[in-house]
């Protein structure tokens, strides 16, 4: 990673900080006042071990000595354990800020940019690479401040008590330092690569799990396992390198502040020999120089969480900075009209170049059902998501009673719709609280009624705890027309003007379709309805049919007159009926 990469992602990080300002502060302050008492606790030892040794003093003379020195090393635990207490919350602090920024980047971004990304890389990103920031906040900052200003103040306390011993310890201390700085260039390297590693693999992992039933079912199992295995394997060897270069770090470490206590000993030995300096001094200067390189061992040791740090705040600073779509979401209130729903000379392309749509023009009335058929790929379902918001026209505009639906807030939208998607998703809890998803106000009497009218309370009734049956992520327990039931009583219960039902009739049998297109033909009349469908039969049962070809409608009219017609509309019809026959 180039230096200037590595210093901006540090200044990023260090930005972060100011959210959790105080309790960091308060873990400094508690860290330094921790080692300043070492220098009373290092004399009054230092007075204890002299009179004892030279005055021939009883215990009970030196008993107070002990006494505070017992004290201030209590003092000093208490003091130790609520840095690191204020330092964790400090760092809970920030990842929480981190994460609220990631959900809220995301939504902002939309599902067109979901769609582009595995959903394994960014779980990995959103737990594993913001956990990775953990140490970095109440570790590496914290000991950082504190390796800044203990061992200059205890060079204040050292100097005039043994000024050799003080140049000793002031040549020696840089030399930690400088080698945190050398070693980190290729940790920074090493770091990046890892996580790299990891997202790959978490997201890898993340669709294997995904789909495990069609692995198993193409005999592809084996084959997704043992690449699963060779990707752990890299990621294995990638951290044992990391650990390498740690270990390696630590053991020089070692070795200088060993080097530097061992030089002070040995200098203050020959010069206790020779009477140059006195048994207490020298003893305080040696009881103190250890505790002169703790701060800045411990500096070197939290060093490698500043690496990992930084290895994983370069995917979160690429997400939080990728580019929003090119319109800001409008922020008006939904106007109180006739209701009506205008498509005007709409296009739209998912690649340019590619067009989805073509200048297309319709209406939809306050209570009206309209229904949308096509050939697939004609783009229904991109109408669809233009018309819920979640994808922006590349021309014309879409609105709601003549103002455009992106001026608009999302909110206010998002409130007045209700959508069942092609492919609708369940989440993991009970059925009542999936279908009270967009009435979480909603009384169990409500919920029974939409569950009839989708046709699923039948089944609901039969399980073992009725509604209040736990099934698991993506609707697991529950076959692929049960979990449509429950999607489409979720739509029918959210009060809304305007209802999307994308393929509501797919997966299930003719008599419970009909069942279910009498349900929507018996919603209020103050409800519009865009029915996607591919049965004949859901179209019939409606106003009025756009019908869709090369993204661009080709016919509009009744069911009655269309069929009448010699249009796309009647040839589909024929066929059809032909087939049914």
């Known amino acids: 990673m180039p230096r200037g990469v590595s210093r901006a992602l540090d200044g990023w990080l260090r930005r972060r900080a100011a959210i959790a300002k105080q309790p960091l502060r308060g873990a400094i302050l508690l860290g330094a006042v921790n080692g300043l008492l070492l220098v009373p606790e290092a004399w009054l030892l230092a007075r204890t071990i002299t009179g004892v040794i030279f005055n021939h003093r009883a215990l009970a003379m030196v008993a107070p000595f002990l006494g505070v020195i017992l004290g201030l090393a209590l003092l000093r635990a208490l003091l130790n354990h609520g840095a690191t207490v204020l330092a ?35 779980a990995s990103l959103l737990v594993e690479g913001v956990d990775a920031l953990d140490n970095y906040y109440a570790a590496y900052l ?35 330092p400088i080698f945190m700085i050398l070693i980190g260039r290729g940790t920074e390297r090493l770091n990046q690569a890892q996580w790299r590693r990891l997202a790959l693999m978490s997201a890898h992992f993340f669709d294997v799990v995904e789909g495990l039933s069609t692995l198993k079912l193409f005999g592809a199992s084996r084959n997704a396992a043992g690449l699963i295995g060779r990707m752990s394997e890299d990621y294995r060897l990638s951290t044992m390198k990391v650990l390498r270069v740690a270990f390696l770090s630590s053991l020089v ?51 490698h969480a500043r690496m990992e740090a930084i290895g994983a705040s370069e995917r979160i600073v690429a997400l939080l900075e990728t580019p929003e779509p090119g319109t800001p979401a409008g922020v008006a209130a939904l106007p109180a009209g006739s209701g009506i729903l205008r498509f005007e000379q709409v296009s739209f392309a998912y690649a340019p170049g590619e067009p989805v749509l073509e200048a297309i023009h319709f209406a939809i009335a306050r209570g009206e059902r309209v229904a949308l058929v096509g050939p697939s790929g004609s783009g229904k379902s991109t109408v669809a998501r233009l018309l819920l918001g979640l994808a922006r026209p590349d021309s014309g505009r879409i609105t709601q009673d003549d103002t455009d639906l992106a001026s ?81 009583a979720r739509a029918l219960l959210k009060p809304a003007r305007l209802l999307v039902l994308d393929e509501a009739e797919a997966s299930l049998d003719a008599e419970t379709a009909s069942l279910v297109r009498a349900a929507i033909a018996r ?59």
């Open 88 to 122: 964790m919350a400090a760092s809970t602090r920030v990842k929480t800020d981190v994460r609220h920024a990631l959900h809220a980047k995301i939504a902002a971004l939309g599902p067109g940019f979901l769609g582009t990304q595995r959903s394994g890389d960014l």
């Open 253 to 303: 470490l070692e070795f200088f502040t060993t080097l530097g206590v061992a030089m002070i000993a040995v200098f203050v030995g020959f010069r206790l020999y020779y009477g140059e300096i006195q048994f207490l001094p020298g003893l305080f200067v040696l009881l103190l120089a250890p505790e002169f390189f703790r701060p800045l061992r411990a500096m070197g040791t939290q060093y």
């Open 142 to 176: 914290p000991q950082m401040a504190v390796a800044t200003f203990l061992p200059v103040a205890l060079l204040a306390f050292i100097f005039p008590v043994d000024w050799v011993s003080g140049i000793i310890l002031l040549l020696g201390a840089p030399l930690i």
């Open 523 to 581: 919603l209020p009349r103050e409800t519009a309805v865009l029915l996607i469908a591919h049965r004949l039969e859901s179209a019939e049962a409606a106003d009025r049919i756009l019908v869709l070809r090369q993204g661009r409608i080709v016919e509009e009219g009744t069911p009655a007159t269309l069929r009448a017609g010699t249009g796309d509309y009647a040839a589909m019809s024929a066929l059809y009926h032909e087939g049914a026959a």
């Open 408 to 488: 608009i807030a999302p909110d206010a939208w998002f409130r007045e719709i209700s959508w069942m998607p092609q492919r609708p998703t369940l989440f993991a809890g009970t059925i009542a609280e999936n279908i009270r998803l967009g009435a979480p106000d909603a009384s169990m009497p409500e919920i029974i009624r939409a569950a009839e009218a989708a046709e699923a309370h039948r089944f609901i009734s039969r399980l073992p705890q009725g509604y209040e049956t736990v099934i698991g992520e993506r609707g697991q327990g529950l076959s692929g027309g049960e979990i449509r039931r429950v999607a489409l």
